[in-house]
């Protein structure tokens, strides 16, 4: 058999014959197919590695040799095409990867006060009062510097200073629930959104019920008298608490402990097992959190991939940041496929992790919102994405290999935990 195969390569090679070359085809179709079907795992693919098989058998027919086992030499062919359909592949899904991590970067701050207004009460009454007082006459009266100032008993200047000092830290308790805004935009979307008009008759009713003693609902009398048991309250605790930080000298020691925190993760590079909580962290990684904070934590990514960290060789992870901070952690099968990658060893708190089957995904987290190949044409990879989550499994043969953590659409009912 082998000298008649040969015999109707050199047919092909000297005379060009398509019919010599169609009984080769029509022989080993089978066995060629075969081969690449076991290495690819996909019908679509093996085809394609097929007509490669075939055209590298008409590119060499003419350096072949006379002995050429031909059935030998094509599976041979096949499974290096098969291995370099594969690789090309993998490139792909990486390009992919990087371009969808790139996308979570490149956000606009569009639409500020949509995203402040649910928390800006909550972040003002984190301010201390000299702050505080600063930022409301500023921002939500609309006073000059010097009117601030005036009344707040001090220089323009020193308004200036509790002014910025009050949007800085509004800019960190934005921060630190995922709302990344430069002081000026959290000042320009406050001043223009914060005063709304109230109703016309509102006002009458109010000066009525207020200073003319009119009458008022048993609920609203409820309100009224718990409200001012409260402020009451707070006065009083906050006097003990302040007797009680002189009498221990205060709270320097919280400082310095959590200055060693940090300092501890950025030396053990994290090395504890990874714990992802959707819509919040991933391990010591936070939402929000700037590209200085990771590295506080983390330790200098081995490369910026674009404005990825990648942190594949010690922790196998990588992560994405953009001007509102983090906003996405890649978890698994690297960006970057190369020796020394680290395996991901982390999970969720129901122990969805590296390896997890298909069934345990869905078993933990019900259906998902989409379940689609990576591409057309992969059959046995596949995506599994729980978009209220902001996580999108990748499975290969029936099991995990990365997990994207995507910030930008999970529920942050979620939280830190």
Known sequence: MATNDMALVQEYAQ????????????????LVYSVALRQVHDSHLAEDVTQGVFIILARKAKSLAPNTILSSWLCRTARNVSAHALRQQ??????EQEAHMESITNESDANAWDQIAPMLDEALSCLGKKEHDAVILR?????????????????EDGARMRVNRGLERLRGFFTKRGVILSGAAIAAAVSVNSVQAAPT?????????????????GALME???????????????F?????????????????????????????????APILIVPGARV???????????????????????GKIMVYDQRLGMSVAANKRGVTAVFCGDSLLKYPGVKAFKGHTKEGIGMESSREDVIKAFGQPTTAKPWDAGVVMQEQLEYKDLGLTFTLESHKVINILVDFRTAADSAGPQ
């Open 15 to 30: 005379r060009n014959s398509e019919q010599a070359f169609a009984a080769l085809v029509s022989r080993y179709v089978n």
């Open 90 to 95: 993998r490139r792909r899904q990486v390009r």
């Open 139 to 155: 921002f939500f009266e609309g006073k000059e510097f010097t009117q601030v100032g005036a009344e707040m008993g001090t220089t």
């Open 201 to 217: 008759a509102l006002a009458v009713a109010v000066t009525t019920a207020a200073a003319k003693g009119g009458t008022v609902s």
């Open 223 to 237: 309100l009224v008298k718990g409200t001012m048991k409260t402020m009451t309250w707070v006065k009083m605790k």
């Open 239 to 271: 006097a003990i608490g302040m007797t009680s930080a002189i009498l221990l000298g205060g709270s320097g020691v919280i400082i310095v402990l959590s200055a060693e925190s940090v300092k501890q993760g950025a030396q053990t590079g994290q090395q």
């Open 283 to 305: 391990g010591n990684v936070v939402k929000g959190m700037t590209t200085n904070e990771v590295e506080a934590v983390l330790g200098k990514p081995e490369k910026w991939q």
